[in-house]
């Protein structure tokens, strides 16, 4: 959500535009549990400030629900962003989730979900 200070400084950057446009990921599409991980020497590449902050963000493995939830930037976003870095080889994309998840872990996430 833009408020009327950010359109008076030009602070709003549209996700359109940190995307060029795309709505979903050139390779594929990204679950919400899918992890990803970057390894510390993606930190010292050259790279935009959405983009660089994922990398951070991902010196331990997080789902790409919570770096749209941190950057803030809407989901679509950064499923295009992952998966960019990811063809770029800037992070690492965890594909190996249980197909069939357990009953305590769809209790776990269902407790998480009632508490926010």
Known sequence: MTTADEYETGEVVRPFIVTGGRTSPVTGELRLETLVSAP?????????????RIVELCQYPRSVAELAALLPT????ARVL????????????HQDGPENPSV?????????????
């Open 104 to 116: 305590a872990l769809l209790e776990r996430i269902r407790d998480g979900l009632l508490r926010l």
């Open 74 to 77: 809407p989901l679509g976003v």
């Open 40 to 52: 510390p020497s993606a930190l010292t590449a050259p790279l935009g400030f959405e983009r660089h």
């Open 82 to 93: 992952v998966a960019d870095l990811a063809a770029e080889r800037y992070v690492r994309v």
